[in-house]
């Protein structure tokens, strides 16, 4: 019994955190393609300035940019939305279980399964950025200030559950606290009690807090976090 309520509590941590991760991930999908549909069908996922360049020289940086900037996209995982729709099959031969909880973990799976295809978490020679590849010709969409967050702007980062990160299943979320957002962003939302007085005094830094499922490589992730000294508590 205790461990359906913890299970539960971490699909509905899951199920809510997902679904503002999607609004934004749709809202960022939108915007881009006004800057690269005036000029071609074009855009170059390692620079900043796209709309600026000429082409001639964009497709140099094509060629070039990933070494150059030392950009990683992280590995796709593909474990958390297999897992989910592994659960969701079994739950769904279950009576009872397979009208509640089993259709709820089936849409979770197929979420992630789609967002996984779509996102690349990138990591460049100094910012993190979250883009995505699921605009057609095979575009990478270059994220702007929204999704591309300073390494020295972390304060804090984290995956949750605690420690799962490092065993086979691997973690469900991908937390981490910045700094790069304006300041009267920070509490909405999961950010009101991480940047409560409560949680300061407790050891807590104040900054805009992210959460994402795991959708990629974590270790990989947290390797190059780590390499670029991303601050943790
Ligand atoms: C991270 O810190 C180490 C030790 O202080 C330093 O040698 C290294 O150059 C730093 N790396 C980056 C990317 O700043």
Not at 45 to 57: E, K, M
Not at 117 to 145: A, K, M, Y
Not at 165 to 179: N, W
Request: proline content about 4%; charged content about 20%; overall charge negative.
């Amino acid at each position: 019994m205790k461990t359906c309520i913890i299970t539960l509590s971490i699909f509905v941590l899951t199920l809510s955190k997902t679904d503002a991760f999607m609004k934004h991930g749709i809202q960022r999908a939108a915007a881009p393609v006004v800057l690269t549909s005036s000029t071609d069908t074009f855009a170059d996922a390692n620079t900043n300035n796209v709309a600026s360049l000429s082409c001639a020289s964009r497709l140099n940086m094509v060629a070039d940019s990933e070494q150059q900037q030392g950009t990683t996209i992280i590995d796709k995982d593909f474990r958390l939305a297999g897992i989910f729709l592994v659960i969701g099959l079994l739950l769904d031969t279950i009576p009872y279980l397979q009208l509640t909880v089993g259709p709820l973990i089936t849409v979770l799976g197929v979420l992630f399964l789609v967002q996984t295809f779509r996102l690349n978490f990138v990591c460049d020679s100094d910012s993190f950025s979250l883009q995505d590849s699921s605009q057609e010709s095979g575009e990478n969409i270059v994220v702007g200030g929204e999704n591309k967050w300073m390494y020295d702007s972390f304060v804090n980062y984290d995956f949750f559950p605690k420690g799962w990160v490092d065993q086979p299943q691997g973690p469900i979320l991908v937390y981490f606290k910045e700094t790069q957002t304006p300041k009267d962003k920070w509490s909405e939302g999961p950010g009101k009690s991480a940047n409560s007085e409560e949680a300061v005094a407790k050891g807590a830094v104040q900054g805009q807090v992210h959460f994402f499922p795991a959708l990629c490589n974590v270790k990989q992730l947290r390797a190059e976090w780590q390499k670029q000294n991303c601050s943790k508590l």
